[in-house]
């Protein structure tokens, strides 16, 4: 497994990590003891990053990677969670010192942990990019010991750069994938000259880029592919990256000829991201080992060739592009 350095925390992490919503909940029915085979079968294969929110499963995440850890012994990898979305209503009054220190010590009891590697924001409202109070509560559990470092998860573009402007910020976490190609626009060039850390989430766009979807695939009542389709429960962009279902099926379709033999789609979806080097670590989701196991090995694949990701762009333009550049 290939490293990458994230940002200014210093961390050496794997340029692929192990994203646990999957493992905690909106995905369908994962078990326990499936969610701890996936995280293994992870970590065996060298991933030392592992992403985790306080809400996935209502903590269900945390503590199953708590579980899997301790079982493990030896060095500990890189986890990262996140705080805020347990705010109800989710507004940007509700990002204060009290709550945010609620949050970070829930979670630390949770990963059973006396300090959190990285404390990421839960793609709060707009509005909390623009009080500095916000990111002077998080120097505090930085200097109370509590966390080592903080990021932020975003929704848009605009949102990540806003961030960046905290000295104290040193990680975002944003969607890019082959469908969501803004970032690279101007986001990724401003984080590398800041040395801010970058952690790709939906880089499969739900599924969507695993080439294993159709117009007839049936999802669970409890998995957000069904219930989020357009936004009833949270940004619709988090779902299928916010392209219509029918748009994306097609899309992948021309996208199929271009991934070479013996390569699968999964890992040709990852490789395009880890193409730039911005990009400290992309966080595949995984409910079970092979997918797992899958994720972990789109390190081994070799660049892109020129042509290839010319006619990606070129896709996404045509048919992608119109959907959801400007909205996110």
Not at 202 to 229: C, I, Y
Not at 243 to 268: C, H, I, N, R, Y
Request: charge should be neutral; hydrophobic fraction near 40%.
């Amino acid at each position: 497994m290939k490293t990458r350095i994230l940002g200014r925390t210093g961390y050496e992490i794997s340029e692929i990590g192990f994203g646990a919503w999957q493992i905690g909940g909106s995905w369908g029915d994962v078990s326990e003891d499936d969610g701890k085979k996936a995280l293994n079968a992870a970590l065996d294969a060298g991933v030392t990053f592992i992403d985790t929110a306080d809400v996935y499963g209502d903590g269900r995440s945390e503590r199953i990677i708590a579980d899997v850890l301790k079982a493990r012994g030896g060095t500990r990898p890189t986890v990262a969670t996140k705080a805020g979305r347990r705010l109800n209503p989710h507004v940007a009054d509700g990002y204060n010192a009290q709550n945010l220190e609620a949050f970070v010590d829930r979670s630390l009891k949770n990963l059973e942990v006396e300090t959190l590697d990285l404390v990421q924001l839960h793609c709060p409202p707009t509005e909390v990019y623009y009080r500095p109070d916000v990111f002077e509560a998080l120097d505090a559990l930085k200097a109370k010991g509590k966390i080592r470092h903080y990021g932020v998860s975003v929704e848009k573009v605009e949102e990540a750069l806003k961030a960046i402007e905290y000295p104290g910020v040193a990680t975002i976490q944003i969607i890019y994938n082959i469908f969501r190609q803004r970032p690279h626009d101007l986001f990724l060039q401003e984080a590398a000259k800041k040395n801010v850390g970058v952690i790709v989430r939906v880089p499969l766009a739900s599924g969507l880029l695993t080439g294993k979807l159709n117009a007839q695939t049936v999802f669970a009542k409890e998995d957000h592919r069904n219930f989020n389709r357009n936004g009833e429960a949270f940004d619709v962009g988090e779902t299928f990256a916010g392209v219509p279902f029918d748009v994306a099926l097609a899309a992948v379709e021309e996208l199929k000829p271009l991934v070479p033999q013996g390569v699968s789609m999964v890992q040709f979806a990852l490789r395009w991201i880890l193409e730039q080097k911005a990009v400290s670590v992309v966080i595949p989701g995984a409910r079970n080992e092979a997918q797992a196991n899958g994720n972990a090995s789109a390190g081994d694949i070799t660049a892109l060739p020129v042509e290839t990701l010319a006619k990606i762009t070129a896709l996404y333009e045509k048919s992608i592009k119109p959907h959801v550049h400007q909205k996110w």
